[in-house]
């Protein structure tokens, strides 16, 4: 039986145990679920100073199983904006579909359970018409007003902060969690494992017209946010925009409607990541590491691996890095020809960056090899050993090639120190396919 089959079939006997306490649920885990779910980091900057175990230390009566957000909830610590300052060990399985929208008995809520009293979309939509408006000042009023107080509701409920020493790990091929935000806010030792996160969705995206040439649509809520948190693994997930992809939403104002922010944020002096064997499914933005050029406090910090995902026809930040040193290995960067979002680049070089790239491929029929690197405000990235579209390139030739007066060096001050094996880069395509992504532990 492959390790998938178990999990499933343990999913089916812990749902049917969901009346016994945490200690009876504990026995119906067999030794090979245990072992996963006990599973330290071992690849990446997850595994410096220390390590990253999550829930490894968690006794019996502290593993759980979930399947509504009000038993999750619960099992984090029982107050959703004061989860962040439980660090007993857990280990909290996901069964099901778990909807961060759910009121206290289990129904998915609309924009309407969270919309202030004054909230009008219509309203604000022809108040705030770059027509009428203009684009010299960001919205502001009691629209803007009933606008924000609403998207603060929504987040009050919908964003679940993870305590330290947690695991979060999903049964079987076929745990979900949907329509929220995972906050892991000034904590360390998370793991959280085998979930697919779908559509993290904003009810409430505000217009900018001051947001570039042509204004934008903002948005909250990453599948994902890690700041001022420490030793975190995120592995075998999976992420997409669900149902309601931004494309399907059309345009407002000449602008993409955009309800979804980022896949992971790494931020605000956030250290010692490792994001392996995870899938990005046709998602725009993908990982900001470092969200401010004037955090130089960043410095020495954000030290994050990447390794073994799959980004499918991800637009851009795949990543997007400040100040970090950030290893990328082994990825498979992939853009297809059918591909409803546009594809913008994929490392981006921000202020004092430091990523060490190699032996990534990348498969984008469409796309030229200098597109992938973008440059914002750094000077320097190491790219080696790069399959592109199935031959071997010099991803950094190829952008100062075509960018003569943006030229990027190569020396980025440092190299990766921990242990690791690399997959040849002829054989990622294959491994990342068959091996990336939840349901594939």
Do not use: C
């Amino acid at each position: 039986m492959t390790r998938s089959s178990r999990l499933a079939a343990l999913s089916a006997a812990l749902v049917a145990s969901m009346s016994f306490s945490a200690f009876a649920l504990a026995q119906e885990v067999d030794d090979t679920t245990l072992d996963l779910a006990r599973e330290a980091a071992h690849t990446g900057w997850a595994t410096a100073e220390g390590g990253t175990t999550g829930g490894a230390e968690a006794d019996d009566t502290q593993i759980y199983v979930v399947t509504t957000r009000a038993e999750l909830v619960d099992a984090l610590g029982g107050d959703v904006s004061g989860n962040r300052d439980n660090d007993e060990p857990a280990i909290i399985f996901i069964s099901g579909t778990i909807d961060l929208t759910e009121d206290d008995d289990g129904n998915p809520q609309d924009a309407e359970a969270f919309a202030h009293p004054d909230w009008d979309w219509h309203a604000y939509l022809a108040e705030y018409d770059p027509a009428v408006y203009g684009m010299e000042e960001e919205p502001a009023g009691p629209l803007e007003d009933a606008r924000a107080a609403s998207q603060q509701a929504q987040a009050e409920h919908i964003n679940i902060y993870v305590g330290s020493n947690k695991t979060l790990f999903g049964l079987g091929d076929d745990a979900v969690i949907r329509h929220g935000s995972l906050r892991l806010n000034g904590v360390s030792n998370v793991i959280i494992r085998n979930i697919e996160f779908q559509d993290s969705f904003d009810m409430f995206p505000g217009w900018d017209g001051t947001d570039g040439s042509e204004g934008n649509w903002n948005s909250e809520y990453d599948n994902i946010e890690i700041r001022e948190s420490t030793h975190v693994w995120l592995d075998h997930n999976t992420f997409n925009d669900g149902d309601r992809p931004d494309w399907e939403a059309g345009e407002v104002f000449g602008r993409v409607l955009q309800h979804h922010d980022g896949v992971t944020d790494i931020v605000a002096q956030s250290n010692y990541v490792t994001f392996s064997w995870n899938k990005i499914d046709n998602h725009d933005k993908t990982h900001i590491i470092g969200n401010s050029d004037s955090r130089t406090d960043d410095a020495d910090h954000l030290k994050v691996t990447l390794h073994h995902n799959h980004y499918i026809n991800s637009g851009q930040r795949a990543p997007r890095v400040r100040f970090g040193e950030v290893h990328v290995f082994n990825n498979l960067h992939e853009h297809t020809a059918d591909s409803q979002l546009g594809f913008v680049y994929s490392y981006g070089v921000g202020l004092d960056s430091h990523i060490y790239a190699e032996a990534n491929a990348f498969v984008m029929p469409d796309v030229a090899p200098d597109r992938t690197i973008r440059p914002f405000n750094g000077e320097a990235i190491h790219v080696v050993d790069t399959l592109f579209n199935g031959e071997e390139i010099d991803l950094l030739e190829a952008f100062n090639a075509v960018n003569p007066d943006a030229r990027l060096d190569d020396t980025v001050g440092w190299s990766p120190q921990y242990a690791y094996e690399l997959t040849p880069v002829a054989e990622v395509e294959d491994a990342v396919r068959s091996g990336a992504g939840s349901g594939n532990l």
